[in-house]
């Protein structure tokens, strides 16, 4: 008997090709859009990105506002927001990877529903009033799955804690995925957003509450990043590598908007919030010995991650696509003491995606997890003595 479950998914449409971008304007005059507001990643301020968007939207008087790398924050989206209000456009456009899309997505809601964010946070989505502008997410990376989730992260600038804002109102309304506007990232920047993807998919396949809708995104995003995110990190412009990339990561961030995700993005969500580790390299780290930690109760789910990352098992398969992508590294780069260690676990331990991860994972068994991730893998199978 299939168990009972909810499937969100409020993005409208979505638009994939090579050279896609040039239906901005069409998108935007066909739902008689006059003034755009344009949030862009500051990694392609007065570049090609930015002069091409000049030209797609020069009769909708542009307004360009350059989004930090970092994550976003209480301080840049007030920013965002403070420059939205007075542009008074009626088409926003997010432009970049996660950062530029989950503010933008903040930015949006605090337009509309006026006063300190801290009002309008909430894990299962806040009623919020929409903003009336059209929204279209352009992702530059492979990683988040922004472009198609319902909610955004934001941190409280100068602590350690992270807000989460949800609401079907603040999705884009469309999202563009146009595999030519990665070429240019580092190939770095490609390992670790795809491998965030790759979380992203693999722990909404074994969510406590992912079901027959969200399991065929999480499948085929599983397939498509196995397959081109080692090929990609090795030919930058593989154009078609890296659109079966950006469908995979779409396809993970549909699933989890539902099924969402569990320990290893508990760790990393800690890692973040306590050492600004990047949050692709976070789970980069944790992802392999959370599956391990999980094994005993993935059942046959266990088995089809095993085969799409061609291994024995999970955990050795994500190990092996880690060292590929050169993301093998040990926590101590970032988690150097007994003392932060126990805070991280402590920190992880409060995660709301402990609840839905296949194997309930106490503060202890988290210090056990970090304490094993110290050290890279090699590629090799990681073991626990849990």
């Known amino acids: 008997m299939t168990t009972p479950f909810t499937f969100l998914h409020s993005t409208h449409q979505i638009r994939y090709g090579a050279g896609s971008l040039s239906q901005l304007p069409e998108i935007a005059a066909a739902d008689k859009r006059r003034r755009a507001f344009v949030m862009l990643d500051a990694f392609f301020m007065n570049g090609p990105v930015h002069d091409r968007l000049t030209d797609l939207l020069k009769n909708f008087s542009p307004v360009f506002h350059p989004i930090p790398q970092h ?21 926003v456009v997010a432009v970049g990877g996660g950062s530029a899309m989950d503010t933008a997505k903040a930015a949006r809601m605090l337009v509309s529903n006026p006063g300190p ?61 146009d595999p030519e506007l990665g070429v240019t990232a580092p190939p770095k920047v490609t390992a670790t ?127 092996k696509l880690r060292k590929t992508v050169e993301l093998d590294i040990g926590l101590d ?14 920190g992880a331990s409060k995660s709301g995606q402990i609840k839905v991860n296949p194997r309930l994972a106490s503060v202890s068994d988290i210090r056990v997890i970090l304490e094993h991730m110290r050290q890279p893998t090699d590629g090799l199978q990681p073991n626990l003595n849990l």
């Open 71 to 91: 994550e976003p924050d209480t301080e840049t989206v007030e920013e965002a927001r403070a420059g939205l209000a007075s542009s008074e456009a009626d088409l």
């Open 333 to 346: 780069a970032f988690v150097s003491t007994p003392e932060e260690r126990d805070l991280l676990a402590e």
């Open 117 to 177: 964010i801290e009002e309008i946070v909430g894990p299962m989505g806040m009623p919020m009033d929409p903003h009336d502008s059209l929204f279209v997410a352009v992702p530059t990376t492979a990683g988040t799955g922004s472009e198609v989730s319902e909610s955004s992260i934001v941190a409280k600038k100068g602590t350690d804690y992270k807000m989460v804002l949800r609401s079907p109102n603040m999705s884009a309304r469309v999202a563009i995925l």
């Open 193 to 319: 957003a795809g491998y965030d993807a790759v979380t992203h998919a693999v722990e909404a396949f074994t969510s406590k509450v992912a079901s027959p809708m969200t399991d065929p995104f999480a499948r085929s995003a599983m397939e498509l990043l196995a397959r081109s995110l080692p090929v990609v990190f090795a030919e930058p412009e593989n154009i078609d590598a890296r659109g079966e990339c950006l469908i995979g990561s779409m396809q993970a961030g549909i699933a989890f908007n539902s099924a969402h995700l569990g320990l290893a993005h508990a760790i990393a969500g800690a890692m973040g919030a306590l050492h600004h580790t990047p949050h692709g390299l976070a789970n980069a780290l944790a992802l392999p010995w959370s599956m391990a930690f999980n094994q005993p109760e993935l059942g046959e789910k266990g088995d089809i991650v095993a085969g799409i990352f061609g291994a024995d098992n999970s955990a050795l398969g994500l190990s």
